[in-house]
Nanobody, 119 residues
């Protein structure tokens, strides 16, 4: 089972940018589709963005479309989430998840990284 570790969170002013990274262990990273979720205080964990195993297909929640970009580097076993034009409502713990062969039933989760957007 792959292990994933997020990094890159922090405090940023509204309108600013952050890039999250998610590093995965193992030698089969390219067999995993990768997904970013977020969870704000008192709320459920929500889908943010996903990327296919090859990186050729990406998917976004409407709330981040046009502001966030998901990408991956299979040579580095890493997936990224570039977040631009951040809003206070983007404040949440961001989680990376790995789905082996696109199977969400065998999903592996990271520990999360906090993103705080100040007004």
């Amino acid at each position: 089972q792959v292990q994933v570790v997020e990094s890159g969170g922090g405090l940023v002013q509204a309108g600013g940018s952050l890039r999250l990274s998610c590093a995965a262990s193992g030698r089969t990273f390219s067999s995993y589709s990768m997904v970013w979720f977020r969870q704000a205080p008192g709320k459920e964990r929500d889908f943010v963005a996903a990327i296919s195993r090859s990186g050729s297909n990406t998917y976004y929640d409407e709330s981040v479309k046009g502001r966030f970009t998901i990408s991956r580097d299979n040579a580095k076993n890493t997936v990224y989430l570039q977040m631009n034009s951040l809003k206070t409502e983007d404040t949440a713990v961001y989680y990376c998840a790995a789905d082996p062969e696109d199977d969400s039933n065998r999903r592996s989760w990271g520990q999360g990284t906090q993103v705080t957007v100040a007004s």
